[in-house]
């Protein structure tokens, strides 16, 4: 039987080529989706509502897709999993008091909920990578550079980063931050024990780097993804597949692909 799908945010950068994708793929039913200002009955011949609650109302599905807003993202994580929903979230902006929460209520329900800051295969490698250059070097602080239009920072692969390696081994600073002369701020946002930097221009997409300081050596690890939204839609389908599968939280992709 096709796995039943609702994608919040079917008109967006991501979401519009994702439910493409999701037509596409014979294991899959693309049963709605989600847009506030989209004003047709439907969009490529899928049924559009405007909020997550009326779409999965009218329609049951197995899995809710959200690629929205930061803003939104939490209620419509909540809605899904009081309507027995597993969830895949592809929204960034979460933090961990949301995740936190987030896994208990699904724990509770006993439904999934899959979320990544970056379901791209590349950037789900730089965050193995540098688990394990992080497990030898404990000097390190992170990169992000987005778009002149992303609302939040930093971005959701850097929170992600971040996480993770605070959970494998603390980052070392020699100079702490309280201790910076001249402005503390430029030393960046601490993220989980970690400093991160979110740079915002013109012509950057979206890119993560990761430095490691030694003595007279250092190493940098950096992924940079294209103008176009497939990087991410691979590691997405791979989780509304595997999702119904999981019971609680699981964040990145990296246990599904290895
Ligand atoms: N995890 C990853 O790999 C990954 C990759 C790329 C992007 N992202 C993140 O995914 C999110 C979406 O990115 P995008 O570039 O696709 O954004 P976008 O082009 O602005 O699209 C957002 C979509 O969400 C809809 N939307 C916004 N608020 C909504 C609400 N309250 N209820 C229902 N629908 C709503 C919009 O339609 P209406 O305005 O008509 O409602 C639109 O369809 C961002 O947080 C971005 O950072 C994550």
Same mark, same amino acid.
């Given at each position: 039987?096709?796995?039943?799908?609702?994608?919040?945010?079917?008109?967006?950068?991501?979401?519009?080529?994702?439910? =493409?994708?999701?037509?596409?793929?014979?294991?899959?039913?693309?049963?709605?989706?989600?847009?506030?200002?989209? *004003?047709? #009955?439907?969009?490529?011949?899928?049924?559009?509502? &405007?909020?997550? +609650?009326?779409?999965?109302?009218?329609?049951? /599905?197995?899995?809710?897709?959200?690629?929205?807003?930061?803003? $939104?993202?939490?209620?419509?994580?909540?809605?899904?999993?009081?309507?027995?929903?597993? /969830? /895949?979230?592809?929204?960034?902006?979460?933090?961990?008091?949301? $995740?936190?929460?987030?896994?208990?209520?699904?724990? =509770?329900?006993?439904?999934?909920?899959?979320?990544?800051?970056?379901?791209? /295969?590349?950037?789900?490698? +730089?965050?193995?990578?540098?688990?394990?250059?992080?497990?030898?070097? #404990?000097?390190?602080?992170?990169?992000? $550079? *987005?778009?002149?239009?992303?609302?939040?920072?930093?971005?959701?692969?850097?929170?992600?980063?971040?996480?993770?390696?605070?959970?494998? =081994?603390?980052?070392?600073?020699?100079?702490?931050?309280?201790?910076?002369?001249?402005?503390?701020? *430029?030393?960046?946002?601490?993220?989980?024990?970690?400093?991160?930097?979110?740079?915002?221009? &013109?012509?950057?997409?979206?890119?993560?780097?990761?430095?490691?300081?030694?003595?007279?050596?250092?190493?940098?690890?950096?992924?940079?993804?294209?103008?176009?939204?497939? #990087? $991410?839609?691979?590691?997405?389908?791979?989780?509304?597949?595997?999702?119904?599968?999981?019971?609680?939280?699981?964040?990145?992709?990296?246990?599904?692909?290895?």
């Amino acid at each position: 039987m096709k796995l039943k799908i609702c994608v919040a945010g079917i008109t967006g950068w991501v979401g519009t080529p994702l439910a =493409k994708s999701i037509m596409n793929d014979p294991a899959l039913e693309l049963v709605s989706g989600v847009s506030r200002s989209f *004003s047709e #009955p439907n969009f490529e011949g899928v049924l559009v509502y &405007p909020s997550v +609650l009326e779409a999965i109302e009218q329609h049951p /599905v197995d899995v809710l897709i959200d690629y929205t807003h930061a803003q $939104y993202v939490m209620q419509h994580v909540l809605t899904a999993l009081e309507n027995k929903v597993h /969830v /895949v979230v592809g929204t960034s902006g979460l933090n961990g008091a949301d $995740y936190n929460r987030i896994e208990a209520i699904a724990s =509770k329900n006993k439904l999934g909920v899959i979320a990544a800051g970056n379901f791209s /295969v590349t950037a789900t490698l +730089l965050k193995v990578l540098a688990q394990k250059a992080a497990s030898v070097i #404990p000097n390190y602080e992170i990169m992000e $550079y *987005s778009s002149a239009k992303k609302a939040d920072a930093p971005n959701g692969t850097s929170r992600e980063l971040a996480n993770a390696l605070q959970h494998l =081994k603390k980052a070392d600073l020699i100079t702490p931050i309280e201790e910076t002369l001249g402005n503390k701020e *430029s030393r960046g946002a601490t993220i989980d024990g970690v400093q991160v930097h979110a740079v915002r221009l &013109p012509s950057f997409s979206s890119s993560n780097e990761i430095l490691f300081g030694m003595e007279d050596e250092n190493l940098r690890i950096t992924q940079h993804a294209g103008a176009s939204a497939q #990087p $991410y839609i691979t590691g997405t389908l791979l989780a509304a597949k595997k999702v119904k599968d999981t019971i609680g939280l699981t964040r990145g992709i990296e246990s599904l692909l290895f």
